[in-house]
């Protein structure tokens, strides 16, 4: 009987530790499998020339910096386009602005000039990422649809948790008060008191700390976290001592502009912390950029502080000083630190990016390409045989512009110009020299991207292309 009892306690025990062998075994496969968490980090107007880590000598910006050394850094990284609402179309379709539904901030209508929203039929990243079991959040700035139509905000087109400010007029034709940030649409609202945050993204962040706190924590995330620095216009700004030592020395404007950018490196870090307390860095990719070039508005000199970093233009430019952008991407123990990618590359590529580590296949719309290669330190890295980018600021034909890159060549055209400038950007990264009388073979090449990537578009009618 002792006999017995002894092997069938040893038998009860190899099944344990066989059942504990199994279990650890499907825990570890399942965590080789775990689909990575993305968040986005979006600045709104941010200069190629903003950051130290890409320059700037008088900005301080130390937790980005030191992020951008453990990660990899873009040097020819380009946003959507030169402007907000299309740039950050692109981005959200991966459709360059030849082919995406909005062109510009706004667009003309029968009886009027305004804002154009997204088109329902255009797939955007949550709606792709939800397909590979993704839950997802917006937070900030959308400024792609409609007031009075909440079925084009954040919350309408995908996103599981949206935070939105809004403006203009609701559907009763009452004047939405920007300060109020919208969570899911309607569902609930929130007041920008300003003097309780040092600046509007603290508040922001606020938001998405309790998001990482309630999320499912069986399901993978996307964060779009859309800041408000440095754009020029935020509401009022709090007090405050950073650069105080600059008083004397700097406009009040541009102490201003330089606190809210060391602001946001501050509430990223806030961001980060809480990302690392989770245990999610080393299954989260990181990747911080901005949406079109740096800001010379309400008072403001883009020239102050280098914002263009020595780059000819800024938003609104197609030059490169209005698109090139900042662009870096962490991802603990998976992107290698300290190095530098040359790979040309623009908004409408994060698409496929994002569907490839997601494991889905991108949708049919896209024009971009994965660069996903290049973050792992592929050699198989697809390119762009060109990228193209085109605005309409304003109905005037004036308000019209392109530009592609090939190569090395980069040509800006100006539609009332009717000419088309071209520059040698490996030895002309200023565009300073136009050399479109010296290579007219080249000039004719660019001028068939300009004409057959952009496509007619309701509300914009200079899309297309003007040329006689």
């Not at 007219?440 to 007619?456: A, D, H, Q, R, Y």
Request: charged content about 25%; aromatic content about 12%.
């Amino acid at each position: 009987m002792k006999n017995y009892r002894w092997i069938t306690l040893v038998l009860l025990f190899v099944i344990a530790h066989s059942s504990c062998q199994n279990d650890k075994k499907e825990i570890e496969s399942k965590a080789q499998t775990k689909k990575p968490n993305i968040v986005f980090l979006l600045a709104d107007d941010m200069g190629y020339g903003e950051l130290g880590s890409y320059g700037q000598k008088e900005i301080k910006t130390p937790f980005l910096d030191e992020l951008a050394s453990k990660g990899m850094r873009f040097t020819d990284f380009y946003a959507g386009t030169a402007v907000c609402s299309p740039s950050r179309a692109v981005l959200m379709t991966g459709m360059h602005t030849g082919h995406v539904s909005i062109r510009g901030n706004k667009g003309q209508y029968e009886d009027k000039y305004g804002r154009v929203p997204l088109k329902k039929s255009e797939v955007i990243l949550p709606e792709m990422l939800k397909e590979a079991g993704y839950q997802s959040a917006m937070i900030g700035k959308w400024h792609l649809g409609i007031p009075e139509d909440i079925s084009t905000w954040a919350k309408g087109r995908g996103f599981d948790y949206a935070v939105q400010e809004q403006w203009g007029e609701d559907k009763n034709g009452k004047e939405i008060d920007e300060r109020v940030h919208w969570v899911n649409n309607n569902q609930d609202s929130i007041f920008y008191n300003y003097n309780n945050y040092s600046c509007l993204d603290e508040f922001r962040t606020d938001f998405a700390l309790d998001y990482l706190d309630k999320k499912d924590n069986d399901k993978p995330f996307f964060l779009y976290m859309s800041y408000r620095t440095p754009h020029a216009h935020e509401f009022f700004l709090k007090k405050t001592d950073l650069y105080a030592d600059k008083i004397e020395e700097w406009p009040e404007i541009e102490r201003r502009h330089a606190a809210r950018i060391t602001m946001l490196d501050s509430q990223i870090k806030r961001l980060f912390d809480k990302l690392e307390a989770m245990g999610e860095l080393e299954n989260t990719l990181i990747i911080f950029t901005s949406d079109n070039g740096p800001t010379n508005e309400n008072h403001h000199s883009y020239k102050f502080f280098n914002s263009s970093g020595n780059l000819k233009g800024y938003k609104r430019d197609l030059y490169e000083g209005g698109i090139r952008e900042p662009m870096f991407a962490y991802w603990k123990n998976k992107i290698k630190a300290g190095t530098t990618s040359k790979h040309p590359s623009a908004f409408y590529d994060v698409m496929p990016t994002l569907a490839e580590l997601a494991g889905v296949k991108p949708p049919t719309q896209t024009d971009g390409i994965s660069f996903l290669p290049t973050l792992f330190g592929k050699e198989n890295q697809k390119q762009h045989e060109h990228l193209y980018w085109e605005i309409q600021e304003g109905a005037s034909v004036k308000g019209f512009k392109q530009a592609a890159r090939m190569g090395k060549w980069k040509a800006v055209r100006i539609a009332n110009s009717y000419k088309t400038e071209l520059y040698n950007l490996e030895k002309d990264i200023n565009e300073t020299h136009d050399l479109s009388s010296q290579f007219p073979e080249i000039v004719e090449k660019m001028n068939n991207i300009l004409k057959t990537e952009s496509v007619k578009m309701e509300h914009y009618p200079n899309s297309g292309g003007i040329f006689k």
